[in-house]
């Protein structure tokens, strides 16, 4: 009985795709459907410069459909995979920039004319970086984001905490006055952190002097276990566990920061600018926060520096299995051109050029987030990075870390020896 | 053969035509009725199979990916698994756990399906409609829900488990340490695979001749003797096709850890089939992950092989 059912039902599938593509064939001469990928984060942050280049590039070729598909950190490098294999790759796809390389040596991308898109003479240098291989162009810069700390100007007054801190031991000290004012009741955090959280963890070793991996005579080694990324590691123990309440084995994503410190038993974060706004998402988040928050950036160590931030960014590629690669380039033209990266920029973000850094700076919610760009830090270039940040392995490490599962030398040691692994593995 | 004897003997040979045609359809009905089943097995089941077992050989990264040209390799993929400590972490890890959830599933599911026996006809109605909910229940949905109650910041299991004085669960972890997270898993995997077992082992209870149990009962035997003694041998085609088959659910354990750890479950985590899958899918090692899923379907064929002969032999006393 069952496989009955079973073959009638594979019978009718094989026929339903059998019909759908024998349609998508006699279709496809006179209108053509565009699909794009883009992360989550657009559709949350900035629907309005996704409309504003469909509508742009609309208004150019009227008789193509876009198709923005939104996708999830977790899952879309799976099933941009997935969909190379098969031949339904999108037309256009982002990619955060520490992806890219991998993709790019493994000639995922079509090779771009620099000079046919806007602004392309003042992109930012760190994006423009990482869209080369080889020499040529095979991304779009798209976005680039700063963590800053994102704080509740109020808890911060009523700990009689008198101005921003400006060296980590004073941040330390003015999240334990938090913690002894608010944080009684067992769910309240200073500094909300995830243990997972391994953009913000990292920011911590480059500040101390550490790096993720070296590169010598041609060979990478990972040097989490050096002296000072041990010691950045263990600071980072010590202010995770005295600041913070969030889960040690969640990660900033899931639930997200923002909409946990809008529920308002966190007193700061340390989070991308568009995050601020979205903290005050009228469905999502809490709108009355609105004139309690404030950012500044991480302070270091170093009494009055500030901690290297992450250089966080996304590009766009056309995959080689594209069959509208011009379409592709008009559409990304309008999504990367000033109008949309003027929404971005309003949204909380890095804009992807220059010119509009003046926006940034004149705009008091976002220029903490711009002048701690000025201090950043990047994943190394190797194009086996991506597979590190697949493998989960630096999450891994922190979450022992955190839980006390190994010490933090155990834990930094077989991170390290594992990302020396994974970066010297032939491509 | 058959055209011959036509020629020569027009006669006889339309009555043995008659008869081998007669003869010929009886013989090969039941292949022709088995040929949409075995194409669609074939379809579905044995081209896949052959395109992983050929992919366990090749070397199968990105850059082969988007060619669609995998290079061959030989046994490459089977020797530098068989030499990953990970590997037989992770094979150890899912033997254990598969040892762990069927146990618990046969025990709990054959002591449900012995109290149904017992209880009236409202609460053995409510049980079997209870039963017959979970497993009905999809496993996505299932995971999420489940997902919620182990909440760390909203679960309703830290809550109650606070609430009934039972220590401070207030902002518990339960997947801080892999041996409570599995547990909650194979709490999960075993709440789901019960009622399977009992509606089963009910049906099978059912079938025992009652003569015999009362001959054992005023033969003095106890109620647990008669069930090791009488019960358990007449059900023992059931327990053993129920064993295979909870053994190759479980062994391939993937959505119920995937979906209740965020996708992303940390190495702590890994059986065998997330395993195999973050190295195909994280890490584009198509070839590494395919390897790795060959071994897996071996140890499940070695299952299946129990359960097929105990079919098999099923058939025979029939």
Same mark, same amino acid.
């Given at each position: 009985?069952?496989?009955?059912?079973?073959?009638?039902?594979?019978?009718?599938?094989?026929?339903?795709?059998?019909?759908?593509?024998?349609?998508?064939?006699? %279709?496809?001469?006179?209108?053509?459907?565009?699909?794009?990928?883009?992360?989550?984060?657009?559709?949350?942050?900035?629907?309005?410069?996704?409309?504003?280049?469909?509508?742009?590039?609309?208004?150019?070729?009227?008789?193509?459909?876009?198709?923005?598909?939104?996708?999830?950190?977790?899952?879309?490098?799976?099933?941009?995979?997935?969909?190379?294999?098969?031949?339904? =790759?999108?037309?256009? *796809?982002? /990619? &955060?920039?520490?992806?890219?390389?991998?993709?790019?040596?493994?000639?995922?991308?079509?090779?771009?004319?620099?000079?046919?898109?806007?602004?392309?003479?003042?992109?930012?240098?760190?994006?423009?970086?990482?869209?080369?291989?080889?020499?040529?162009?095979?991304?779009?810069?798209?976005?680039?984001?700063?963590?800053?700390? *994102?704080?509740?100007?109020?808890?911060?007054?009523?700990?009689?905490?008198?101005?921003?801190?400006?060296?980590?031991?004073?941040?330390?000290?003015?999240?334990? +006055?938090?913690?002894?004012?608010?944080?009684?009741?067992?769910?309240?955090?200073?500094?909300?952190?995830? &243990?997972?959280?391994?953009? =913000?963890?990292?920011?911590?070793?480059?500040?101390?002097?550490?790096?993720?991996?070296?590169?010598?005579?041609?060979?990478?080694?990972?040097?989490?276990?050096?002296?000072?990324? *041990?010691?950045?590691?263990?600071?980072?123990?010590? $202010?995770? /566990?005295?600041?913070?309440?969030?889960?040690?084995?969640?990660?900033?994503?899931?639930?997200?920061?923002?909409?946990?410190? =809008?529920? &308002?038993?966190?007193?700061?974060?340390?989070?991308? #600018?568009?995050?601020?706004?979205?903290?005050?998402?009228?469905?999502? #988040?809490?709108?009355? /926060?609105?004139?309690?928050?404030?950012?500044?950036?991480?302070?270091?160590?170093?009494?009055? +520096?500030?901690?290297?931030?992450?250089?966080?960014? %996304?590009?766009?590629? *056309?995959?080689?299995?594209? +069959?509208?690669?011009?379409?592709?380039?008009?559409?990304?033209?309008?999504?990367?051109?000033?109008?949309?990266?003027?929404?971005?920029?309003?949204?909380?973000?890095?804009?992807?050029? $220059?010119?509009?850094?003046?926006?940034?700076? %004149?705009?008091?919610?976002?220029?903490?987030?711009?002048? =701690?760009?000025?201090?950043?830090?990047?994943?190394?270039?190797?194009?086996?990075?991506?597979?590190?940040?697949?493998?989960?392995?630096?999450?891994?490490?922190?979450?022992?870390?955190?839980?006390?599962?190994?010490?933090?030398?155990?834990?930094?040691?077989?991170?390290?020896?594992?990302?020396?692994?994974?970066?010297?593995?032939?491509? | 053969?058959?055209?011959?004897?036509?020629?020569?003997?027009?006669?006889?040979?339309?009555?043995?035509?008659?008869?081998?045609?007669?003869?010929?359809?009886?013989?090969?009905?039941?292949?022709?009725?088995?040929?949409?089943?075995?194409?669609?097995?074939?379809?579905?089941?044995?081209?896949?199979?052959?395109?992983?077992?050929?992919?366990?050989?090749?070397?199968?990264?990105?850059?082969?990916?988007?060619?669609?040209?995998?290079?061959?390799?030989?046994?490459? @993929?089977?020797?530098?698994?068989?030499?990953? !400590?990970?590997?037989?972490?992770?094979?150890?890890?899912?033997?254990?756990?598969?040892?762990?959830?069927?146990?618990?599933?046969?025990?709990?599911?054959?002591?449900?399906?012995?109290?149904?026996?017992?209880?009236?006809?409202?609460?053995?109605?409510?049980?079997?409609?209870?039963?017959?909910?979970?497993?009905?229940?999809?496993?996505?949905?299932?995971?999420?829900?489940?997902?919620?109650?182990?909440?760390?910041?909203?679960?309703?299991? @830290?809550?109650?488990?606070?609430?009934?004085?039972?220590? @401070?669960?207030?902002?518990?972890?339960?997947?801080?340490?892999?041996?409570?997270?599995?547990?909650?898993?194979?709490?999960?995997?075993?709440?789901?695979?019960?009622?399977?077992?009992?509606?089963?082992?009910?049906?099978?209870?059912?079938?025992?001749?009652?003569?015999?149990?009362?001959?054992?009962?005023?033969?003095?035997?106890?109620?647990?003797?008669?069930?090791?003694?009488?019960?358990?041998?007449?059900?023992?085609?059931?327990?053993?096709?129920?064993?295979?088959? !909870?053994?190759?659910?479980?062994?391939?354990?993937?959505?119920?850890?995937?979906?209740?750890?965020?996708?992303?479950?940390?190495?702590?985590?890994?059986?065998?089939?997330?395993?195999?899958?973050?190295?195909?899918?994280?890490?584009?090692?198509?070839?590494?992950?395919?390897?790795?899923?060959?071994?897996?379907?071996?140890?499940?064929?070695?299952?299946?092989?129990?359960?097929?002969?105990?079919?098999?032999?099923?058939?025979?006393?029939?």
């Amino acid at each position: 009985m069952k496989v009955r059912y079973f073959a009638v039902a594979i019978l009718a599938a094989l026929f339903a795709v059998a019909a759908s593509t024998a349609s998508g064939g006699t %279709s496809r001469s006179h209108a053509t459907k565009l699909t794009v990928w883009l992360m989550v984060d657009a559709q949350s942050g900035w629907p309005e410069a996704v409309a504003t280049a469909n509508r742009l590039f609309k208004a150019q070729h009227p008789d193509v459909d876009v198709d923005v598909q939104y996708q999830t950190w977790g899952a879309h490098l799976a099933k941009f995979d997935a969909s190379l294999a098969g031949s339904n =790759a999108p037309d256009v *796809i982002e /990619l &955060g920039n520490s992806e890219m390389s991998k993709y790019m040596a493994a000639g995922a991308f079509k090779s771009l004319k620099r000079s046919v898109f806007p602004n392309n003479k003042t992109w930012l240098q760190g994006l423009t970086t990482s869209c080369m291989y080889s020499g040529k162009l095979y991304g779009v810069p798209y976005y680039a984001g700063a963590r800053a700390v *994102i704080y509740r100007k109020d808890q911060y007054a009523g700990a009689k905490i008198k101005s921003t801190p400006k060296s980590l031991d004073q941040f330390v000290a003015a999240g334990k +006055k938090l913690m002894k004012k608010y944080g009684k009741g067992g769910d309240y955090s200073a500094l909300y952190f995830p &243990g997972k959280n391994w953009y =913000a963890s990292m920011a911590f070793v480059y500040d101390y002097g550490g790096q993720i991996a070296v590169q010598k005579n041609g060979k990478w080694k990972g040097v989490l276990n050096s002296k000072q990324a *041990i010691a950045a590691l263990t600071k980072l123990k010590a $202010t995770v /566990l005295s600041l913070s309440r969030a889960n040690k084995t969640g990660d900033e994503a899931n639930p997200q920061q923002a909409l946990v410190f =809008a529920k &308002g038993k966190v007193a700061s974060f340390i989070g991308n #600018g568009w995050e601020w706004p979205y903290a005050l998402d009228e469905k999502l #988040g809490n709108p009355a /926060l609105a004139p309690v928050m404030g950012a500044y950036p991480m302070p270091s160590h170093i009494a009055g +520096k500030f901690m290297p931030t992450f250089l966080g960014g %996304s590009d766009l590629g *056309i995959p080689v299995t594209s +069959k509208n690669t011009n379409l592709a380039v008009d559409w990304i033209k309008a999504y990367t051109g000033t109008p949309a990266q003027t929404q971005i920029a309003k949204a909380g973000n890095i804009a992807n050029t $220059t010119k509009l850094l003046a926006y940034n700076a %004149s705009n008091p919610k976002l220029a903490p987030f711009a002048r =701690a760009a000025k201090f950043s830090w990047f994943v190394p270039t190797s194009p086996n990075w991506a597979n590190v940040e697949n493998a989960d392995v630096l999450q891994n490490m922190l979450v022992k870390i955190f839980t006390g599962r190994a010490t933090v030398k155990a834990a930094a040691n077989s991170a390290s020896s594992q990302i020396t692994r994974i970066l010297n593995s032939g491509a | 053969m058959v055209s011959v004897a036509e020629s020569e003997y027009p006669l006889a040979s339309r009555r043995r035509r008659r008869f081998s045609r007669q003869r010929l359809g009886r013989a090969t009905a039941p292949y022709l009725l088995l040929v949409p089943a075995a194409a669609v097995i074939g379809l579905v089941l044995a081209y896949p199979l052959y395109l992983l077992g050929k992919l366990s050989f090749e070397k199968y990264g990105l850059f082969e990916l988007i060619r669609h040209q995998g290079r061959w390799v030989g046994l490459d @993929n089977y020797s530098k698994i068989f030499h990953d !400590s990970q590997f037989w972490t992770v094979l150890g890890r899912t033997l254990l756990f598969t040892a762990a959830a069927v146990s618990l599933t046969m025990v709990l599911g054959t002591a449900i399906a012995l109290l149904l026996l017992q209880v009236g006809r409202f609460i053995r109605v409510a049980l079997t409609t209870a039963l017959i909910l979970v497993w009905a229940t999809p496993v996505v949905v299932a995971v999420d829900i489940w997902r919620w109650m182990v909440d760390y910041e909203f679960g309703v299991l @830290n809550w109650t488990l606070t609430e009934l004085h039972l220590g @401070n669960f207030i902002r518990h972890d339960w997947f801080v340490s892999p041996w409570s997270g599995f547990g909650v898993i194979t709490a999960l995997v075993v709440w789901g695979a019960i009622p399977f077992v009992t509606i089963t082992v009910y049906a099978g209870l059912a079938q025992v001749p009652q003569e015999l149990l009362e001959a054992a009962a005023i033969d003095g035997a106890r109620p647990w003797s008669v069930f090791r003694e009488v019960t358990m041998p007449l059900l023992k085609p059931i327990f053993v096709i129920l064993i295979s088959l !909870s053994i190759i659910w479980d062994f391939q354990v993937f959505q119920q850890i995937w979906i209740m750890l965020d996708q992303r479950p940390t190495s702590d985590y890994y059986t065998m089939a997330i395993y195999a899958f973050s190295q195909s899918f994280r890490l584009s090692e198509y070839g590494l992950g395919s390897a790795i899923a060959v071994v897996m379907v071996l140890f499940m064929f070695l299952a299946t092989t129990v359960y097929l002969r105990q079919m098999l032999r099923a058939g025979e006393v029939e």
